[in-house]
């Protein structure tokens, strides 16, 4: 097995931009419908496990999916298939064509984009790392924590990929992404200690295994035998990751339709939705950055509209909400070009961050409690942006200026428009993996924060 | 009221047995059934498939592998979904390729691709390989597979009555939009969702153990969700069609589900929702209905008794359980009351974890995980059924695999799954409403809402979608905002009261989540309601 790099952004893996048009032309001719729309997504994925201080598998898959739908006037059908020979995606296209002409007509439908402009594709190679190399990356963080008695778990994951979307009326984007993940969650044999830490990049060699093993033993051996406090109302500093894992639930909910209709956060009793009213803290400011994402170039959304810099909340005040083409129509206003789900077609998401550092937010704490990562965040009650969820992998007490030991872990009932609003100090804004299973796609950045009364309702006995 | 609670919570029976579908797109022309006759299909036991799933098996064996196993899945899925009085989208999901999988000196690899010919399988059998000779580096313990009974030849199929994919799609748009036109008639009904999702999975497996089976397995469900809004804006609720649990079987279960006939119920209870009493925080017995109870019993009782969680394999992500170490907890640990039977199968009729064979071609069988509130045993695949075999032999017990060895695709590992794990029925004739008149001061919550648990399946916070006050036995009215809040052990150690056979319900779900890279399992679990004492609830409604 060589140990040199290898693309996979060779063609046998994923798709180039003329092998893209080339399937999409091949769909195109063969539809029968009035127009259709074809987007592909092909993918490749190599990943290593590790647990118990031993690779536990590894694989690498690779797949390419060719979504086709058929439009009979207002009708729309899809048919998604990953087989690629032109008969397969003409009886694919004449499918979604039957169905289409069976599904009642929507009258919400717009019609399809012409040919837009694009940014120019930037070019970044992306080196998917050999089975032993992602092996030996492993074993940098499984030798740290067998020479500490420790035992390491974790994951690699390397992912590359190329969209493209294509329509009847001449529009064509074509959009590759690469991205990659290590974390590592690191035990003490008793099972009272737990550390995690991540390192996440566009390419293998942004990954810094040596720094990650030495963060989640630290913690791991940091965090043995926690005590038991009681829960309430804490001052909280919140690590970029647990920051992000909460704060990136507030885009999710900023669909404009919901909040029109009543049905969201940010709808105004009364009617309207909460534009321009101020929501958090004036220090926060949340946005979704095509620059920020992974991918290669600009993105583009589901409807083939180019992606742009959209500011969802500037210094505390709702400056955006999510507006579909549809909506946006009928409310007379620009549709967003932020993809769908508030931050979705970007894949990204950015908190501005402040200068204090983690270090300067523990001094500056009489008691508080300080967070690695949050767990198991699911919602509460929409009607606030609230969620429940618990600590992990690193929860310690803080008093008089010093981490003075680790504490049981905590359940909280939370939104991140409340504690955004009690807002106490802002560190500088780091990449962070903000995905409870570790996955890549994403490019979140966000700062640690240090906030007041934080609602911690109970105590777990999981370590 | 009375009555519309009773219909309410009716629960249905939809398990039928039927006639099978014997095809499959595997290899097909054409892109797939939906409009193709399924009689210009092939059979699913295709040589073509065979041959190369042989090819597959003996290059890993040229190649140094112990042991290899190769699957083949066309997946079929389709998606019909709709928003009060329109169609949002209508899709059709058709994805197949070929996935192997490697043990070379006791360690693993896999690879997986789309390409269905010779040369992609064998390179693709290669690069398993590689992985596996790859991993041997840092192998400090070689993996060890229990005994199979070998040989397993056969072909399964889910026992369904109508394919979902020989109905029309304007038969079930007319379906979902008869349903939410009778929920958008009730005053205060603002908005509604509703869908229908179906899977056909048709799979192949070949081990280097001689065993050959193919499965044809169906899924189904359909769902919706009815949001009521106040007039002034200031409040909304909804309320969801959780009674209606996805499950494996064909399109009988749509019809067999009422969607349109219990839409107004819903719809009803959304818009009585907005002006419920808020809960008043403290401790209640709780009656907890099957649509209900399923979740909790997957997460408290399905998750913690994985054994790759209790060995630190899913620490990274998943997590441990509070049930480890084995050596202190196998046939000693007091899991909750006698009442408690739990049991693990992948036979239940209906079910969505049924199956013939587990991804390692091991027939599952039914076996005790809890009996008498004593906890018996985890959930195993080979590979861990080894780990086990110290134990298994001073007790008696063979050491082999409970058949939970599960991928979700042909591009993903098969690693260890949850089988359906289940409460049985209590020795009485004991129903929903004759629970109810068990409860003095207490909450009944129907439908499954929020949930969340640590990583060690201690610390649970549970929701539903309806609330219903209890006092002297009887229903006086719905609560909002209602969560309970408890420690596992303890809160089994309150269970109470149990329905008997004819309350018995299967719940379910399509997404349960696990593993790196994370995979989805569907698995059911069969409940009847319950009554536990004295449990913390908590009001989760907060201004902003």
Redesign the interface.
């Known amino acids: ?1 060589s140990h040199a790099p290898r693309s996979l952004f060779a063609p046998a893996s994923v798709l180039s931009r003329a092998e893209a048009q080339e399937i999409a032309q091949r769909v195109l001719r063969n539809s029968p419908a009035e127009e259709t729309r074809v987007s592909i997504n092909s993918g490749a ?1 190599a ?19 060719v ?1 086709i739908t058929a439009y009979v006037g207002n009708r ?8 690629l020979d032109e ?3 003409a ?2 296209a004449k ?2 064509h ?3 002409k ?3 007509p ?3 439908r717009m019609p399809e984009l012409g040919p837009q402009t694009y940014p120019p594709l930037r070019e970044r190679a992306l080196d998917i790392p ?3 190399e ?3 990356a ?2 940098i963080v ?1 030798e740290l924590a067998r020479t500490n008695d420790l ?1 390491a ?3 690699i ?1 390397c992912r590359a990929g190329a969209n493209a979307l294509a329509n009847s009326k001449g529009l064509f984007a074509y959009d590759a992404t690469a991205s990659v993940s290590m ?3 690191v ?1 003490s044999p008793d ?1 009272t200690g ?1 550390g ?1 830490a991540c390192s996440d990049g566009n390419s293998f060699g942004e990954l810094d295994p040596k720094q990650l093993a030495a963060t989640a033993v630290q913690k791991a051996k940091e965090s043995r035998n926690p005590v038991a406090i009681e829960p309430g109302r804490y001052t909280a500093i919140l690590e970029p990751t647990a920051v992000g894992n909460l704060v990136q639930l507030i885009p999710g909910a900023m669909q404009a339709r919901a909040a029109d ?3 969201s ?1 940010f ?5 309207g939705n909460k534009i321009g009213l101020k ?1 958090v803290d004036g220090r926060v400011t949340l946005l979704t950055d095509p620059a920020d994402s992974p991918s290669l170039s600009g993105g583009y959304d589901n409807d083939g509209l180019p992606l742009e810099k959209v500011v969802w909340i500037e210094n505390g005040l709702v400056k955006n909400l999510n507006y579909d083409r549809f909506w946006a129509q009928k409310q007379g206003v620009q549709a967003t070009r932020a993809g769908g789900g508030g931050f979705g077609g970007t894949r990204s998401l950015r908190m501005l961050g402040g200068s204090t550092s983690i270090a300067d937010m523990i001094r500056n704490t009489e008691r508080g409690v300080l967070v690695t990562r949050f ?10 942006i ?1 969620y ?3 600590t ?1 992998d690193g929860t310690f007490l803080v008093e008089n200026g010093k981490v003075t030991r680790s504490i049981k ?1 905590f ?1 909280y ?1 939370e ?1 991140p ?2 504690f955004l609003n009690n807002l106490e100090a802002i560190g500088p804004t780091v990449r962070i993996n903000s995905s ?4 890549t796609g994403g490019a979140v950045f966000m700062p640690p924060i240090k906030v007041r009364d934080f609602n911690f ?7 | 009221m009375s009555r519309t609670r009773r219909d309410f919570l009716k629960v249905g029976a939809a398990v039928a047995a039927g006639s099978l579908v014997a095809s499959s797109p595997l290899l097909a022309e054409s892109s797939s059934g939906l409009l193709v006759p399924l009689s210009d299909l092939p059979p699913v036991d295709d040589p073509a498939i065979k041959a190369l799933m042989e090819v597959a098996l003996n290059t890993a064996k040229a190649g140094g592998a112990s042991y290899a196993d190769v699957r083949v899945a066309a997946r079929r899925q389709q998606n019909v979904g709709t928003r009060d009085r329109i169609v949002q989208g209508v899709s059709d999901t058709d994805t197949y390729g070929l996935g192997v999988r490697t043990l070379v000196d006791g360690a693993w690899g896999f690879a997986a691709t789309s390409k269905l010919d010779k040369d992609s399988v064998a390179r693709t059998t290669q690069l398993a390989l590689g992985q596996a000779k790859a991993n041997r580096a840092s192998q400090l313990r070689p993996v060890v597979l229990a005994p199979t009974p070998g040989n397993q030849v056969g072909e399964w199929k889910s026992p369904i009555e109508v394919d979902p994919f020989n109905v029309a799609i304007t038969d079930k748009v007319a379906y979902l939009l008869a349903a939410n036109e009778a929920a958008l008639k009730v005053k205060g009904v603002r908005n509604v969702n509703s869908s229908m999702f179906f899977l056909r999975e048709e799979k192949s497996l070949m081990t280097t153990d001689g065993s050959y089976v193919v499965q044809t397995i169906y899924r189904a469900q359909p769902s919706m969700t009815i949001t009521a809004v106040s007039s002034d804006f200031s409040d909304f609720q909804s309320v969801a069609s959780n009674e209606v649990a996805p499950m494996g079987l064909g399109y009988e279960h749509v019809t067999n589900s009422k969607l349109a006939e219990r839409a107004p119920q819903w719809g009803e209870l959304a818009v009585q929702k907005l002006s419920a009493k808020p809960v008043e925080p403290g401790r209640y017995d709780l009656l907890l209905h099957p649509s209900n109870l399923w979740l909790t019993i997957h997460e408290v009782i399905g998750h913690p008794t994985e054994l790759d969680r209790a060995l630190g394999f899913e620490a990274n992500y998943a997590g441990t359980s509070f049930i480890a170490p084995p050596e202190a907890m196998l046939g000693k640990m007091q899991y909750g009351s006698e009442l408690m039977n739990i049991v693990g199968d992948r036979e239940q009729r209906g079910s969505l974890g049924a199956i013939g064979w587990d991804d390692e071609a091991v027939k599952p069988v039914k076996f005790d995980i809890v009996k008498n509130g004593v906890f018996q045993d985890y959930q195993t695949t080979r590979e861990q059924a080894t780990m086990m075999a110290d134990y298994y032999k001073r007790v008696g017990k063979p050491v082999r695999s409970y058949g939970c060895s599960y991928a979700q695709s042909w591009a993903d590992v098969q690693f260890q799954r949850m089988p359906n794990v289940s409460l049985q029925p209590g020795n009485n004739d004991d129903t929903w409403e004759s629970m109810i008149a068990k409860v003095d001061r207490g909450i009944a919550i129907v439908g499954d809402g929020s949930f969340s648990i640590d990583q060690q399946r201690y610390n649970g916070q549970f929701a539903g979608q309806v609330f219903y006050e209890v006092r002297g036995g009887k229903i006086v009215g719905q609560l909002k905002d209602v969560a309970y809040q408890f420690r596992t052990p303890d809160f089994w150690k309150g269970l109470k009261a149990i329905g008997g056979p004819r309350s018995y319900h299967l719940g379910g779900a399509f997404g349960d989540g696990k593993g790196q890279p994370s995979q989805s399992n569907s698995v059911s679990h069969g409940c009847v309601p319950a009554i536990f004492q004295q449990v913390n609830v908590i009001n989760t409604g907060r201004k902003a």
């Open positions: 097995m994925r990943d290593t496990r590790f647990a118990l201080n031993q690779v536990t598998t590894s694989g690498e898959n690779q797949d390419t999916q979504t729309a059908a899809s048919v998604n298939t990953n087989r008969a397969s995606l009886a694919a499918q979604a039957e169905i289409a069976l599904v009642p929507n009258p919400e050999t089975p032993a992602r092996a030996a492993a074993k499984t035992v778990t974790g994951f994951e974390t590592a969650t035990r099972g737990s995690w209709e009543g049905r956060f709808s105004k009793p009364g009617g929501v767990w198991y965040i699911r919602s509460v009650d929409p009607r606030t609230l429940t969820g618990l992990r872990n359940r009932n939104s428009i409340f409870e299973s570790a996955s309702t109970s105590l777990s006995d999981a370590v």
